[in-house]
């Protein structure tokens, strides 16, 4: 089945929620991560400080000593004594400078702790790092799922993929339509956001199946719900109902596909109807269905679809 690239990206623009759930999730972890990296480097940057300040004060223990020595050290000739004192000033020298060094990496690791307590070490570039990383697994997450299950995106794939009639449609839930962030998103891929009730679309689809079943002299219809939610079954019931009033010989069971009371059932009709889930019917199933149709006989009037 060819994959609409942009019925994919608004598919997954609709779990919207899953998105932000995941963003919020690897934003959690990419913290932790982040918070973890600031420990350590901060730990490795207060160890280099008091590395440094332990070898200043062995190279001032070592001059202190040197220089002990030197004023100790008998005078000799005049020369000798000039050299003695000049090397004794550089050393001293030294030592100050030594000192000053030393009390300067003293200070940077007193500002060192002082920061480290005083500021958070959680960055905000790992927050930023995580919410991306959610958004894009979760588009990854989608778009394999799409792949690998080839799954029915869209109401109009059973005419244009699989040449079968759609009878119509009905929402997964009872919202009279869509609000917020889902009407936004449905405006920017040009859906229709405007839902029929459920009594007008039952109303509808009722009509449609009553003109071809007599259309094809077919007299009785069995309708297999492969997406067997509380919504569907209430649905589909009440669809039955509307049929048997019309004079048409009607039943309602769970997919063939996966009932064997269904495909019982299934014999004693002439016409089939499927009601197939966006997102949660696989391709595969639609294409079985149809060969069974084929194999025995029956009349596959169309589909309803719950989007």
Request: glycine fraction near 6%.
């Amino acid at each position: 089945m060819e994959i609409d690239l942009r019925e994919v990206l608004y598919r997954i623009c609709i779990h919207w929620r899953v998105l932000i759930l995941l963003m919020l999730v690897f934003a959690f972890i990419f913290g932790i991560l982040g918070y973890l990296h600031g420990d350590s480097a901060h730990g490795d940057s207060a160890k280099k400080l008091n590395s440094d300040i332990e070898d200043v004060r062995k190279e001032i223990e070592k001059l202190e000593g040197v220089i002990e020595v030197f004023e100790k050290e008998p005078a000799g000739s005049e020369e000798a004594e000039k050299a003695l004192q000049g090397e004794l000033a550089k050393k001293k020298m030294e030592l100050a400078e030594n000192r000053a060094e030393l009390e300067s990496l003293q200070r940077d690791l007193a500002d060192h702790i002082r920061n480290d307590a005083a500021v958070s070490k959680i960055q905000p570039k790992w927050i930023v790092i995580g919410l991306a990383a959610g958004l894009f697994f979760g588009g990854v997450w989608y778009i394999a799922s799409v792949m690998f299950r080839s799954v029915l995106l869209n109401p109009e794939d059973v005419e244009d993929n699989f040449s079968l009639q759609l009878l119509g449609t009905f929402p997964k839930d009872k919202k009279k339509s869509r609000k917020g962030v889902d009407r936004l998103i449905d405006r920017v891929f040009a859906k229709n956001t405007c839902i029929t009730d459920f009594k007008e679309n039952r109303r509808l689809i009722a009509s449609r199946i009553v003109l071809t079943v007599k259309a094809e002299k077919a007299e009785s219809v069995f309708i297999s719900d492969s997406v067997m939610s509380n919504v569907s079954d209430e649905f589909i019931g009440k669809l039955v109902e509307e049929l048997r009033n019309a004079g048409v010989s009607a039943e309602c069971g769970k997919s063939v596909l996966h009932n064997s009371s269904s495909v019982e059932c299934l014999y004693n009709y002439k016409s089939f109807v499927a009601v197939y889930g966006i997102d949660v019917t696989p391709c595969e199933e639609i294409i079985k269905e149809r060969l069974l149709c084929q194999r025995n006989g029956l009349k596959f009037i169309g589909c309803i679809v719950a989007e």
